[in-house]
Every structure is written in structure tokens, then in C-alpha cells.
């Protein structure tokens, strides 16, 4: 099961989702939903485009379980450099509990 993240990278790509249904030819009803994971299967031809259109590679647009391990890492690290508190460690930790409640549903 794949939690997608690509809210993030279309925000810094400075997209709405309006634009990016439009330079990839995908339905925005479909990406709102892939950006919200109310969807479970999508064709990498589908990531291809997205990822392509906001100049990233697929494996940026979402995490797996096998991700849990870096991710945690990362957050400990963050604590270590940014402190408790920082916004850097809040935004690794809701990832972290996205992809856990994502991945138990």
C-alpha cells in the first residue's frame, strides 16, 4: 500500500490542482483524491505524468511502509538539529502517523 505525498510537491511547484489536472490531462476529482489517499491504485503512467509535470521523480510522490525506518530516523535526527518543537519535526512526525494509520486501515 502506497500513503501519497504529492500535496507537498505540488504546493512547492506552486500548482493548483485546476493546473495540474490541466498539464497532465488527469481529472482533478482524481488527484484530490490521490493527494487525500481516498485512492489505492493508480498506474505508474498516471505517476509518470504528475511526477513529470512537477519535476520529481515518482518515488518522491509517496512513501511505503518500508519508509517507517528513514523516516524515523530523520525525525530523530531533526530533533537533534531543530529541537522538539520545530516545524521540520512536526511535518516528519504527521507523516510518520499518516503512513502508520494508512497502513493499518
Excluded: C, H, Q
Excluded at 504546493?11 to 490541466?22: E, G, I, P, V
Excluded at 521523480?57 to 530523530?76: I, N, P
Aim: proline content about 0%; hydrophobic content about 45%.
Amino acid at each position: 500500500m502506497l500513503m501519497f505525498v504529492m500535496k507537498e510537491k505540488r504546493m512547492d511547484a506552486r500548482l493548483s490542482l485546476n493546473r495540474l489536472s490541466k498539464m497532465t490531462g488527469l481529472n482533478e476529482k482524481f488527484l484530490f483524491e490521490l493527494e487525500n489517499n481516498y485512492i489505492e491504485s493508480v498506474s505508474y503512467v498516471e505517476l509518470e505524468l504528475i511526477a513529470r509535470v512537477l519535476n520529481v521523480k515518482v518515488r518522491e510522490l509517496y512513501y511505503t511502509m518500508g519508509d517507517y525506518e528513514v523516516l524515523r530516523r530523520k525525525l530523530y535526527i531533526s530533533i537533534d538539529e531543530k529541537g522538539i518543537n520545530s516545524v521540520e519535526v512536526r511535518k516528519i512526525s504527521i507523516l510518520i502517523d499518516e503512513l502508520f494509520n494508512n497502513m493499518n486501515r
